[in-house]
């Protein structure tokens, strides 16, 4: 939070509404790239006003660790239930798949690929009723591939996932009709 504190006063104070214009290298192909446009006076207040955002003092770290066959999403979903944790970050998670099933970007399906990968990233929020986690994974050839964590990543050998909960929060997903068109998250004191 003392990051997004930090942040909105820089850009409160113009820190980045004044950037200057940047050039790319020659030959990039990105001769002139667009120019952000200058924030207007209010925007830390509209910010606020159409943002989720909320804070607590209190977290517990939960540690879990997967073995083979498991389903990387189906285990977090299955602990998260168990314990019925009602917000909590994905923190890490290193090991590795026989099979990943990752959605690209903009896309309806999952990619399901099989072969060996090392789980080199994950991040999201997951609640009991749902979840947003995205996965990097790399190839035996060391190339990096990531998207969207669905059900269907195997687990080879092993997976050490850490989470972290938030207490007195809780995580919603909601239809954003004024914005994606997607059930969004929502976040919401444990009280309400």
């Known amino acids: 939070m003392k990051v997004f504190a930090m942040l909105v006063v820089l850009l409160a104070a113009g820190a980045f509404a004044q950037a200057p214009k940047q050039k790319a290298p ?5 001769e002139n790239p667009p120019h952000a446009a200058a924030l207007p006076p209010d925007w830390t ?3 606020a006003s159409r943002h989720e955002a909320i804070s607590t003092e209190k ?3 939960h540690v879990l660790r997967l073995r083979p066959g498991d389903d990387l999403l189906e285990a977090i979903r299955t602990y998260v239930q168990a314990k019925h944790i ?3 970050v994905v923190l890490s998670a290193v090991g590795s798949l026989t099979q990943a099933s990752i959605r690209f970007a903009n896309q309806p399906d999952a990619s399901v ?13 997951v ?5 947003h986690v995205h996965l990097s994974i790399s190839t035996e050839k060391g190339e990096t591939i990531g998207g969207h964590l ?3 990543c195997r687990i080879y050998t092993t997976a050490e996932v850490t989470l972290e909960e938030l207490e007195g929060v809780r995580f919603a997903r909601e239809l954003d009709k004024e914005g994606s068109g997607w059930e ?3 976040v919401y004191p444990v009280n309400q």
């Open 26 to 30: 020659a030959g990039t192909g990105i």
């Open 113 to 125: 690929r099989a072969g060996h990968f090392e789980i080199v990233s994950i991040t999201g929020t």
């Open 150 to 152: 669905v059900s269907g």
């Open 59 to 61: 977290t517990r770290i």
């Open 184 to 186: 969004e998250l929502k």
């Open 127 to 131: 609640e009991e009723g749902g979840e």
């Open 45 to 47: 207040e509209q910010l």
């Open 86 to 88: 009602q917000a909590a």
